[in-house]
């Protein structure tokens, strides 16, 4: 019996769970071909100026991919909550390992035409490489296992080959690499690949060591008023493929001079109180002080409370209920148990 038909017995065999259960995306037709240009105006040259049109085309291009992470990470979610009953796991795992069975089988992802789909697709493979993870510990041994762990390999050695060979200098070694190194050590540890593993890490190290004194990551704080922005979208997979490689790699944590706590605490503060980054940028930011960052954006700190339990930092997910970010393998909480106290009740 394939897991799709063990999936489809299972939801027969429940009258709510039809009703109850999140989206399969077994159905969504893998994106092959990817290309767009720039979100950005030709002009704008530390790229912070938006062109409406250009920015829409982009999303308009990902937002199938985006989707179909978001409908796994639903899944994903399941697969990890501990509430969760053994033939509820079992139909989210089919659903799971079917989908991306699918999009394996289709080489998925395999024709990167422009620089901006290369730059672009590492994170949402590593957000289909969280939800693989967690479906295999409900089926170790699924079928078409060769098949998805051949098509993983053949992604994560196209992102390598970009990255170390042809990305912009910036982007090699900013927040888009940071994405690429954290897709890349997922899928690493799960397949047990030392080559994928140690690519990761020295992405992580390659990215935390560029951080000045301060914290803050001079290839981010180049982008004008959208330096705390991505700063902050750095982080998140800086931390996430420190605490995925905590138990093989903790020195990557107080790597050059405690690095990584540096970057995460000017984040922090910055969030704060933007002023000292604007000090640096001449301009004001578009997060910090009463522009809150929105509660996904903070999705990485469980992660982080892994490494550092810091309680003021902590705190600051009091009043979070959920802190979901699809590309870091659903909602925190559940991926990184004990870490952070849970959100408030409804109400």
Known sequence: MTTRSLALLLVLASPLAAEEAPKCPVDTKPVVSLG????????????????????????????????????????????????????????????????????????????????????????????????????????????????????????????????????????????????????????????????????????????????????????EMWRGKLALHYQLHAVAPLVTTAALLQDERPELFTACDRALPRIVRFTLDGLDDPSTVEKITGEKQSVGGTRKARDFELAWVPAYLTLDPDAKIAARLDKIKELGNSKLGGDQRLLWPGAAPAGPADG
């Open 36 to 219: 767009f240009g720039s979100r950005y105006t030709d002009d704008s040259e530390n790229r912070s100026d938006f062109d409406e049109e250009s920015d829409k085309a982009v999303t308009a291009a990902l937002r199938p991919i985006d989707d179909f992470i978001t409908d796994l990470a639903k899944q994903t979610n399941i697969l990890n909550d501990p509430k969760t009953k053994p033939e509820e796991a079992q139909t989210a795992a089919a659903c799971v390992l079917d989908s991306i069975l699918a999009w394996a089988r289709a080489d998925a992802l395999s024709d990167l035409r422009t620089q901006g789909a290369k730059l672009s697709a590492p994170s949402r493979v590593g957000g289909i490489a969280f939800a693989y993870a967690a479906a295999l510990k409900i089926v170790p041994q699924p079928q078409g296992q060769a098949e998805i762990e051949a098509w993983f390999l053949a992604r994560s050695q196209q992102t390598m080959a970009f990255f170390d060979t042809e990305a912009p200098p910036r982007a090699s070694q900013n927040n888009l690499r940071a994405w690429a190194g954290l897709a890349v050590t997922r899928v690493g540890m799960t397949q047990g690949d030392p080559t994928l593993i140690d690519w990761g890490a020295e992405t992580l190290r390659l990215v935390a060591c560029t951080a000045d004194a301060d914290g803050s990551l001079p290839n």
